[in-house]
């Protein structure tokens, strides 16, 4: 459970109100993606939310104002984007953060203390390990990491002082896939709270508030933003304690999303559930021409029948998303660099989910911060190759795949 504030935080939301509207929730997810949290500029009519580029507000008197004092607690274009999201993930309140990693570090932060334990998946995403590992773990906040695909793995690593069980689903880069359900029964009955890493599925695929978890992170970096431009994070919640202690983390240690970054946030969720139908199906395509192709060896994708999270996924899921993961018949990291090399509409860099298709070797990029003994353990081997597939046209990039593996 999160500790609570040292002081109460007045909530940040649209007319004062502790929550955002129940419309926007109820609205069918187009819709949301489209509307929610937003209305015409009052002032001129504007279609757009204005990006309200100020640090303070003119006060009447001291504590009378409009709603907004200070740019670090709050923002009119923040409190935007914090409507969409939390709309979006069906939740109550949304809070936006600087980055994904500055999200997770107000739950930690917010929720635990010194002493308290922390369950987490095996497999993942390498900022977050070197968050929990090497900043806090120092501090006294003991981590097991474990497969969570296996929910008598998870209930076996709870413990009496267990307090926070965190999953991602699908996870990165293996895109493994874990019952959130059934994980939120576990850590429940166990006394722990659950938060669930969405960004690989977005809420467009995965609604985990609504499986039994208690928060939601996302780096909006990726498919919320969706066109590699900005650089942004967010928590979603129904629990008033929780926002009222991740807000006071905001507050306190100043980790905002300026007002530029949210309204670009803004822009990209417009489009999400268009371009999430597309990264699926063009994702499905690449997996099978992988699949199917003799220079490849094991593919790792949700939406194969032989997947082993394929049946988990059908259940949570209403896509498969866009990431694809994938080793090569020659299963030697040299091979897999050079592979990379020699790609040409599959742009080498890391992050994910823009509308241009990119290509990493997670083991010296995005994961280099795990340990190769623990990557090894996980499953993530040195010669890994993770796909974010785009909207470009689907046969140039089967063809850029084909070219390169050819010359393996």
Sequence with gaps: MPVEPDAPTPPQTPADDPGFPAEDRDRRFATR???AGQQPDPATGAIMTPIYQTSTYAQAAPGDHKGHE???VSNPTRSALEGNLAALEGAVHGI?????VAGIDAIVKGGLRPGDHVVSTNDLYGGTFRLFQEVYEPYGVDFTFTDLTDPEAAEAAMRPETKLLWVETPTNPLLRVSDIAR????AHDAGADVAVDNTFAS????QPLDLGADLVLHSGTKYLGGHSDLILGAVCTDADEWAETLRFQ???AGAAPGPMDCFLALRGTKTLHLRMERHCRSAQAVAEFLEDHPETGRVRYPGLPGDPGHETAQKQMSGFGGMVSFALADDRAEAAQSFIARTEVFELAESLGGVESLIEHPASMTHASIPAEKRREAGLLDSLIRLSVGVEALDDLREDLDQALAAT
Aim: hydrophobic share 40%; charged share 15%.
């Design 33 to 35: 993606c489209v509307h």
């Design 203 to 206: 809420p467009a695929l995965q």
């Design 183 to 186: 994980l939120a029964e576990i």
């Design 250 to 252: 905001l507050k306190s």
């Design 96 to 100: 936006a953060f600087s980055s994904g």
């Design 70 to 72: 200070y740019s670090r």
